[in-house]
């Protein structure tokens, strides 16, 4: 499985950026996903996760602004990312095919280059 993530950039704070994540093949329909983010010195923590049964999970610091979703027919998972914080700042990475309950998702095999997300004051 090979996963081309995208949709980084430098944006001011309080506004929002779309990071998209497609796959090379239909994996989301029976994989879990999430996408992680990892700032300079600091370990990699999830910051989304949705179960192929739809179930989603946020990171506390990032509840109500980003929503994750997927397309099937495109083979994509997004993260929505509204009213950004400089500390939101990090490598974005996606990750699919961990194992999960309906709460947690486990790191999967499979991870995206990482796009950069800079978020200013």
């Known amino acids: 499985v090979q996963l081309q993530a995208s949709g980084g950039g430098l944006v001011q704070a309080g506004g929002s950026l779309r990071l998209s994540c497609t796959a090379s093949g239909s994996i989301f329909s029976r994989d879990a996903m999430a996408w992680y983010r990892q700032a300079p010195g600091k370990q990699r923590d999830v910051v989304a996760s949705?179960?192929?049964?739809?179930?989603?999970n946020y990171a506390d610091s990032v509840k109500g602004r980003f929503t994750i979703s997927i397309d099937n027919v495109k083979n994509t998972v997004y993260l929505q990312m509204n009213s950004l914080k400089p500390e939101d700042t990090a490598v974005y990475y996606c990750n699919v095919g961990g194992p999960y309950t309906s709460s947690i998702y486990y790191q999967g095999p499979y991870w995206g280059q990482g796009t950069q997300v800079t978020v200013s004051s």
């Open positions: 949705r179960t192929p049964e739809g179930f989603t």
